[in-house]
């Protein structure tokens, strides 16, 4: 079994190398990715099954933030925040647009995609709110 603190450090360093060298992860790093792979499959799952508190736990075991996170995770070809609209999970869906800074929906496409919501839409409502 990986111990955490090791999963802890291989995972902030994809995450570092990734940000600062904006390149994909090198074969030297394959385990590490894989570890990254898992993670990114456990977000997934939280997202669809709306679990927003173990989405905060695990968020916080592997000392993440959720605006680090999501622009590298991608369920099914989705965002985040598209795929817990897909998934009838509003709950988690807001958390998200909460932690997000705008900048970050726009580049996503969020934004664009919130206006094909309905106005009543708990997510859409959320994204507008940023950028009021």
């Known amino acids: ?10 995972l902030y360093w994809v995450i570092v190398l ?3 060298a904006g390149t994909e992860v090198t074969a030297a790093q394959t385990y590490m990715a894989s570890v990254g792979d898992e993670l990114a499959l456990l977000f997934c799952s939280q997202v669809r099954y709306n679990r927003t508190n173990e989405f905060r736990s ?12 999501y622009p590298r995770v991608r369920c099914n070809g989705e965002t ?7 998934h009838q999970a509003a709950d988690i869906g807001r958390l998200m647009v909460e932690n997000l800074r705008a900048q970050d929906l726009e580049a996503s496409q969020d934004f664009a995609w919130s206006q094909r919501l309905a106005s009543q839409n ?3 409502q959320a994204i507008e709110g940023r950028f009021k």
């Open 1 to 10: 079994m990986i111990g955490r603190k090791f999963v802890q450090r291989s």
């Open 18 to 20: 990734s940000i600062y």
């Open 58 to 69: 695990t968020l916080r075991e592997y000392r993440l933030r959720i605006r680090d996170v």
């Open 80 to 86: 985040m925040i598209q795929f817990s609209h897909r």
């Open 122 to 124: 708990p997510i859409r």
